[in-house]
């Protein structure tokens, strides 16, 4: 059997990493139609059976009809592929709920919070998903009806986080998983992708299907999935989607003499239109770094945070050992980095000394 799973588009997301930008939020929106525009033409293109969804496809505090209808109608346009979506944490089964409100397609079927198992030829699907923003798991010891057939489970959850604010987010382990027998368990929720890691892996996250923020760098896309119904082997690929996605790009200052000079550089740089960047500035800097005033001024649209991680033009460690004024200085400055409640009032305090640094030695 052959299958595409997907997760986390969150379709209408407000897409906070761009902050006021409407219209690179817009884009990114008109992005996810485009994403979904190109799974549902792929798996027309390869006749792909099975379509899996695993949760948070939509954003259910933002999301409209229009929306709904455009989705809907791209599942028309694949009849022949039987489409299994479970409600998520973004996209809950709840009473106004589109899952609930809406009328889907013929070929779509939408779990609940109540385990279910859907029998086709040679293959038995069973899924189940939120009912509100938050659920524990009730479903630790599920019990496959036919082992002759390939089983697929489909949820959304957290596997293997030991954190307490994921426990009430459907908390599962891969030892209990794999204990319940599953041909391929088809997960969403976690951002990251993960199949392949390990030889013959079942248990599989696709990853979001666009990138979100900056916490999401890299390709992403959906998985393909094969598995042969008499030996229940298993191959899985990759296929990355044609949206933008986030990246970040080092840019030591070490030689940069200006902010003049820094701007030059950043402009002369050979940037990739299908990616949005997070600029890292290392190394030591020269002159006072003001990174709203950068992102005003360099050319490049498609850079969206300048971030500075440089170090100070003085060794205060060095300075403080000096019996001087400016080694008093240096001394008391590094006391109250140790008394700092945090990173960015350090910082604060390091840049205090390299502007007073900047005067003692005029």
């Known amino acids: 059997m052959r299958f595409i799973h997907m997760a986390d588009m969150h379709f209408d997301s407000p897409f906070a990493t761009l902050g006021q930008n409407e219209v690179?939020?817009?884009e990114r929106r008109l992005e996810q139609r485009k994403v979904m525009k190109e799974i549902v033409e792929y798996i027309k293109k390869e006749d792909i059976p099975y379509f899996f969804i695993a949760g948070d496809l939509?954003?259910?505090?933002?999301?409209?009809k229009s929306t709904i209808e455009y989705i809907n109608g791209l599942f028309k346009e694949i009849e022949n592929t039987k489409i299994f979506i479970v409600p998520g944490n973004h996209d809950p089964y709840i009473k106004n709920s589109f899952y609930k409100q809406y009328k889907w397609n013929d070929n779509v079927h939408i779990f609940t919070n109540k385990l279910e198992c859907i029998k086709c030829e040679n293959i038995d699907i069973y899924?189940?998903?939120f009912n509100d923003f938050y659920m524990?798991?009730?479903?630790?010891?599920?019990?496959?009806?036919?082992?002759n057939k390939v089983n697929i489970l489909i949820t959304h959850g957290s596997l293997d986080n030991g954190k307490d604010e994921n426990k009430e987010y459907n908390p599962l382990t891969s030892k209990k998983l794999k204990s319940l027998g599953?041909?391929?368990?088809a997960l969403g929720h976690i951002h990251k992708k993960s199949y392949n890691d390990y030889e013959g892996q079942r248990i599989v996250y696709p990853g979001s299907t666009i990138s979100l923020g900056f916490d999401e760098l890299g390709a992403r896309g959906f998985i393909e999935g094969n598995i042969d119904e008499k030996t229940k082997e298993i191959s899985l690929k990759f296929i990355e989607t044609s949206a933008k996605t986030f990246e970040e790009t080092n840019l030591d200052v070490t030689d940069?003499?200006?902010w003049e000079h820094e701007i030059d550089k950043i402009n002369n740089t050979k940037f990739d239109n299908n990616k949005y960047y997070k600029i890292i500035l290392t190394g030591k800097r020269k002159f006072e770094i003001n990174e709203s005033k950068i992102l005003e001024l360099i050319n490049e649209k498609n850079i969206l945070r300048i971030r500075n991680h440089t170090d100070i033009k003085y060794n205060i460690e060095d300075i403080a050992m000096q019996n001087s004024l400016k080694g008093l200085f240096a001394k008391r400055i590094l006391e109250m980095t140790k008394e700092a409640e945090s990173e960015e009032k350090t910082e604060q305090l390091l840049e205090a000394f390299?502007?007073?640094m900047d005067i003692l030695n005029k």
């Open 58 to 64: 939509y954003e259910q505090d933002y999301i409209r």
């Open 127 to 129: 899924g189940y998903g």
């Open 256 to 258: 940069i003499e200006s």
């Open 136 to 147: 524990k798991n009730e479903y630790e010891n599920i019990e496959i009806e036919d082992n």
């Open 182 to 185: 599953f041909d391929y368990i």
């Open 354 to 356: 390299e502007i007073g």
């Open 24 to 26: 690179l939020s817009q």
